[in-house]
């Protein structure tokens, strides 16, 4: 006898079903982004319903935040693309492509009635067992930005990327490098400049070039003080009395930027809007006025020039004060800009993104990020590299191949399943750029048995060749954490044997 525990409009699948429905989620995400794998990946268009926004893109980071799911198996492999973005910056296809594949061979061994912990424990031995490393900045720049649209110019933007990283000195802190976009030009037309750059304009009435600046960057209200109590009247009876407000109101403005002027500064910025009878006081002290600087903006300029942000100016002993050499306007394109040059972080930089439509400088500022974010990793924690094109997981492959001969029973078949997977990636490589992915992969399955550990897929040529010869290196944390991570997902989607689905929350009557 049944009994109902749930309630109304909560649902339930178990065990076949719910394996059936987390593995067809899973899988059908993995094959939603294979296709923009590798060099010779494909984009996607990405249109918003509400806006009408329309982006570009093949990084599967952006894809996957894009798109909404309703399927719990899937929604895990968003969750730890998001985690291998946020961690090592790239490497978000991969993961989920791979996770996808281990629940595709998953979903094959179920089928033969082999139990999901054999299966589990299967994959945890081919882990282990899967383990490389080697070296290069340069080149792991030119194999993260090979797969993204700056793939035409990938020597010009990996050493842009390398010449920002390194001026980091092993810090992983990418806020100090400042990335300012502007359409117009070509994508080559980019470039890594030393200082930091702020999108505004000196105020009117200001000098545009400074030397030795000392800086006050506050988040302050500069317009008139009004009564700032909503549905605050005030009410005269002559207009003598509308007069003394305003008096009062500019008096205790002038108090206000004396205050100011007390710090000793000869620039001030802020977050919000100045007033012409407060930047009038400011420019006759002589104090460059920088207005309304975005948060972001007024947060990296104080990280950058060693300030903090101040909101009131009672003790000017209290407050950090930011300094830089020189403070100038510059002209990018058709629109002016503040550049701080010699500032206290000296390993600020900015690099400034051209193109020829906002949507190519969108794309180029995510297939940077990725670059950047990978590079900090390598050069401050982890400087092992390992081979690319396909090279690491044929090399995994084989390795979990050979573990598979050692393990008896059940678990083998397991085990075995898990190299299957690895080697679906080259394959998506191989097809992504349309060549004959069977005979390439044999090929390369083929070399590396016969211990050529070096062999890899040409994207140029399609053929066989020494990855360590083109440089084709990626990040050994990356290929780490996209093996742990997607082995990882799949051992918690193959465990699921129930999906409980929580009954909608009803709206109320008004």
């Known amino acids: 006898m049944s009994m109902q525990i749930f309630g109304e409009q909560a649902t339930e699948e178990k065990a076949e079903n719910a394996r059936l429905s987390s593995f067809v989620g899973a899988v059908a995400l993995g094959d939603l982004v294979k296709s923009t794998l ?69 979903e094959k061994l179920i089928a033969m009635k082999i139990h999901p912990q054999t299966i589990v424990e299967g994959y945890r031995i081919a882990g282990r067992a899967a383990d490389l490393f080697r070296r290069d900045l340069l080149n792991i720049a030119r194999t993260t930005i090979s797969s993204k649209v700056l793939s035409q110019d990938k020597d010009y933007f990996a050493n842009l990327a390398v010449d920002a990283v ?150 000017p002993s209290k407050v950090k004060l930011g300094e830089c050499e020189l403070i100038e306007e510059v002209l990018i394109g058709e629109d002016k800009l503040i550049k701080f040059s010699g500032v206290a972080a000296g390993l600020a930089c900015t690099v400034v993104l051209r193109g020829s439509t906002s949507q190519m400088v969108d794309e180029a ?26 090279c690491s997981e044929m090399h995994m492959a084989v390795a979990v191949d050979n573990a598979a001969q050692k393990v008896s029973g059940k678990k083998a078949i397991a085990v075995e399943a898990f190299s299957r997977a690895l080697r679906m990636i080259p394959t998506i490589l ?41 440089g084709v290196t990626e990040s050994y944390k990356l290929k780490r954490k996209v093996v742990e991570s997607a082995s990882e997902a799949a051992e918690m989607i193959i465990r699921v044997d129930d999906i409980l689905r929580a009954a909608p929350r009803r709206r109320e009557a008004v």
């Open 365 to 390: 500022e995510r297939s940077l990020h990725d670059a950047l974010s990978v590079l900090s990793q390598t050069s401050s924690s982890d400087t092992r590299i390992v081979l690319g094109g396909g």
């Open 38 to 106: 590798g060099p010779k990946g494909m984009n996607k268009i990405l249109q918003s319903a509400s806006s009408g926004e329309i982006n570009v893109t093949n990084d599967g980071a952006t894809i996957l935040k894009s798109i909404q799911l309703d399927n719990a198996a899937a929604k895990i492999l968003v969750n730890i693309s998001k985690v291998q973005d946020d961690e090592v910056g790239d490497g978000t296809t991969s993961v989920c492509v791979l996770a996808s594949e281990l629940l595709r061979e998953a």
């Open 166 to 315: 390194l001026r980091l000195k092993g810090s992983t802190n990418l806020e100090h490098i400042q990335i300012i976009k502007k359409v117009g030009g070509k994508l080559t037309d980019s470039y890594l400049d030393e200082g930091f750059i702020l999108d505004k304009s000196i105020s009117t009435n200001s000098p545009k070039r400074l030397t030795n600046a000392k800086i006050l960057v506050a988040n302050t209200s500069m317009d008139t003080d009004k009564i700032k109590i909503f549905g605050a009247r005030v009410k005269v009876d002559s207009t003598s009395k509308l007069a003394e407000l305003e008096r009062a109101e500019r008096e205790k403005m002038k108090a206000k930027v004396d205050a100011i002027a007390k710090h000793g500064i000869n620039v001030f910025v802020n977050r919000q809007l100045i007033y012409n009878y407060p930047e009038s006081l400011l420019s006759e002290r002589g104090i460059m006025v920088i207005e309304h600087a975005d948060f972001e903006g007024v947060e990296r300029l104080s990280l950058v020039t060693g300030g903090e942000i101040a909101s009131t100016f009672d003790e």
């Open 430 to 470: 191989a097809d992504n750029a349309g060549y004959d992915s069977s005979e390439l992969v044999s090929r390369l399955r083929a070399a590396h048995f016969e211990g050529d550990r070096e062999a890899g897929l040409d994207m140029d040529n399609g053929d066989i060749a020494s990855m360590k010869t083109l």
